[in-house]
């Protein structure tokens, strides 16, 4: 049997049990309207609603991709149109004027090198089309050259931290560098190529105006094909032209999570020992377990394609090793430790110069 053959026949089988035992359910919530649409899930998977207003937490550890839309990718069109109907994109070159002397929201931004530049241009854009809540943005731009400078929105705060000789990205120095900095009462660690429905700062704001320390916010994040990408870019098509290449839920403190500045200084900020990419998000996470947490994502996020980072599913990844070992310590030890460290230093990160707190054996 040729190979073009088994996988035709798989791709039958795929579709046949997704016209039979996802397409309903998809259907039946559309058809309910209201924000129905978040319950969509898995089969198998489980959903814990929010015990107040709209949102859901998903009942399993790592981030799941949303198979139906997959292979009957109108199933993806018609949940990214109803996710941004009542959670409108809205991309201004600066945000409205605001009668606050000092923000409500900081976001939080990391950057390096020219290739994400059109990404970070319409990130920014989406930031500053938020209504209802007074914000700012800070992009620290981790680079041994300043190549943003002049090339970002007036009302962003550019901060350059020339990186250590030789030292990967490190998305922990980043967010410690923007927390010393920020102004605001509640930080977002965002990255630079998601953007942000119209009313994500102030989703987030009622939340943390009730107590709430660190937020999740994220339901689905539609991540872009890359044409797609481009075409929006270029301005050649809107968000929801076409169908989302994937659907993720759970990603938790991945991409983007909220966290009140207090509560950020308190556990620690990021551990700065993640040198490289993943396990850093992951890490914060489990000590933001010991606030007051909203986990009840409810909405949409849009994710631009660029390349897989580089060492991204080696098998040696240390930074992800790092993750392992250190998950095995408790969260409260972790967070006496990062305490005694320095954190958000212009020389570098802590963990270019000292690996930090090991496991216990």
């Known amino acids: 049997m040729t190979d073009t053959r088994v996988t035709g026949l798989r791709h039958g089988r795929l579709l ?17 309207g209201g924000e129905a649409y978040l ?55 600066a945000p409205p004027p605001s009668a606050k002397q000092t923000p409500d929201i900081s976001f939080l931004i990391g950057h390096r090198g020219e290739a994400r530049l059109p990404h970070l241009l319409a990130t920014l854009e989406s930031i500053a089309g938020q209504a209802g809540a007074a914000i700012e943005c800070l992009v620290v731009e981790q680079d041994l050259e300043a190549r943003l400078s002049g090339r970002l929105p007036v009302w962003v705060r550019h901060v350059h931290t020339p990186p250590p000789a030789g030292m990967p990205y490190c998305r922990a120095w980043v967010f410690n560098v923007g927390a010393g900095l920020a102004r605001g009462r509640t930080l977002v660690l965002h990255d630079n190529d998601m953007l942000v429905p119209r009313d994500y700062a102030r989703h987030i704001l009622d939340l943390a105006e009730q107590g709430w320390e660190a937020i999740n916010p994220k339901r689905f994040i539609f991540y872009l094909s890359e044409a797609h990408t481009q075409k929006v870019f270029a301005g050649h098509e809107r968000l929801s ?13 991945g991409g983007s999570v909220a966290i ?18 993943g396990g850093e998000d992951n890490e914060f ?43 095995s310590i408790p969260p409260q030890r972790r967070i006496e430790h990062l305490r005694q460290m320095p954190a958000g230093q212009p020389t570098g990160p802590t963990g270019w110069s000292t690996t930090g707190l090991e496991p216990s054996p």
Request: proline share 8%.
């Open 16 to 32: 046949a049990g997704a016209l039979v035992k996802d397409l309903p359910r998809y259907l039946s919530l559309f058809a309910r």
């Open 39 to 93: 319950a969509i899930r898995n089969r198998g998977e489980s959903l814990e609603p929010a015990p107040q207003g709209s949102g859901f937490r998903c009942n399993w550890q790592w981030t799941s991709k949303l198979h139906a839309p997959t292979v009957i990718p109108y199933l993806g069109r018609s949940l990214m149109r109803r996710c941004l109907a009542p959670h409108p994109i809205v991309r201004r070159a």
């Open 241 to 253: 032209d076409c169908a989302p290449a994937s659907i993720i839920q759970n990603l938790e403190a």
């Open 260 to 277: 009140s500045h207090e509560a950020y200084q308190r556990i620690g900020g990021m551990d700065e020992g993640f040198i490289g990419w």
């Open 285 to 327: 996470w489990e000590r933001c377990q010991t606030l007051k947490v909203w986990p009840y994502g409810a909405l949409p996020l849009v994710h631009f394609w660029h390349p897989s980072q580089p060492g991204k599913y080696q098998a040696d990844n240390q930074t992800l090793k790092r993750y392992r070992d250190l998950s």
